[in-house]
């Protein structure tokens, strides 16, 4: 009993100096109105044991306010809560009871995003080094062949050097998008914003883009804005962002045609690329600018690519303060806008 009362007075020390200050003016007040001497030590001794319950009594609601806390905060650690509704104090704390929740839920939060990290960092580095791994073992694989004496067979040497040049390029062509990639990531690439003449901008990507058009007979269309239509990027990332685009419409586009266009706004211009291809099924939309994210592997190993092309454009898209935005029917056709501002 006895150290119960000396920790409740240990814990109402907290108080002590507006106790001390009320005592001293009451005591004043007492001296102001009475002049015997017993009656004024009577009434200091009453306010003395009143004042030593008073703060017994605080002490005790402090010292189980304080426990409370302490009992919640222990639960936090043992992870014994699912959900901040679930934190409850009494009816005095419940500002407190506020800010532990949205505590709690940002640290949740937080948890849940780094092993969403060490997930994707995880998928990641198992993505790169098969990705690695394909064009290497082929290559090796091609020069292997010329050693053991493909080399003076003149009917398949220079077919195997073409195949292991191939994935040479496709090699450095991963490499390139991951230094890309990651720069972007770290923050490290540094943008060049100007403004631009649209027209005299798209129309040489198309005609370097023509010839694998060709290939597959796909008649790519640029439908030209406005004479004298400027917009405000940089140009050589955006560059990138138009070759991965076109590139993927044309790949993924058997018979049919790929269209650009600029649709003028008032503060902006919408970038369009439309074309008439296999589509996108509706619940890979969403996943389709994840790094090495294939909608069908097999397929898009078939036709190239490093898996990396739309996470890229994704990244240099949204550092020009605007989001890509795709619209995609299953064996109609894919549509991917982003807007620029004039």
């Avoid at 290559?139 to 292991?164: C, H, M, P, R, S």
């Amino acid at each position: 009993m006895w150290n119960e009362i000396k920790s409740n007075l240990i814990s109402s020390r907290v108080y002590l100096k507006e106790f001390l200050l009320y005592n001293t003016v009451v005591i004043l007040f007492i001296l102001l109105i009475f002049e015997n001497t017993a009656i004024i030590i009577s009434l200091v001794l009453i306010l003395f044991f009143l004042s030593l319950i008073f703060l017994n009594m605080i002490g005790y609601r402090r010292n189980k306010e304080l426990e409370e806390i302490k009992s919640v905060i222990s639960k936090i650690h043992r992870s014994d809560f699912s959900g901040s509704e679930e934190i409850k104090l009494n009816k005095y704390l419940l500002s407190l009871q506020e800010e532990i929740r949205l505590m709690f839920g940002k640290t949740k939060s937080d948890i849940e995003y780094l092993k969403r990290l060490e997930k994707m960092r995880t998928e990641f580095l198992a993505n790169v080094s098969h990705e690695l791994r394909t064009p290497i073992f082929a290559i090796q694989g091609y020069i292997e062949t010329l050693l053991d004496g493909a080399i003076d067979d003149k009917k398949v040497n220079k077919y195997f050097l073409d195949k292991a040049n191939q994935h040479t390029m496709s090699l450095s062509n991963l490499l390139n998008d991951l230094i890309d990639i990651s720069m972007i990531e770290s923050g490290e690439m540094r943008m060049s914003y100007r403004y631009f003449n649209v027209n005299e901008y798209i129309s040489p990507i198309i005609q370097e883009l023509k010839p694998i058009a060709d290939e597959k007979n796909i008649e790519v269309i640029y439908y030209p804005a406005r004479d004298g239509l400027q917009l405000f990027g940089d140009k050589n990332r955006l560059k990138q962002v138009f070759i991965n685009l076109i590139t993927n419409a044309i790949k993924y586009t058997e018979k049919g045609k790929v269209e650009i266009l600029i649709e003028e706004e008032d503060r902006f211009g919408k970038v369009i690329v439309r074309d008439s291809g296999i589509g996108i099924r509706e619940e890979d939309i969403s996943r389709i600018f994840e790094r090495f994210y294939r909608v069908d592997k097999a397929r898009s190993r078939s036709v190239g690519g490093t898996g990396l092309g739309l996470a890229i454009v994704k990244h240099i898209v949204e550092a020009h303060g605007s989001k890509i935005v795709v619209k995609s029917t299953l064996g109609e056709g894919s549509e991917f806008s982003f807007r620029l501002k004039k």
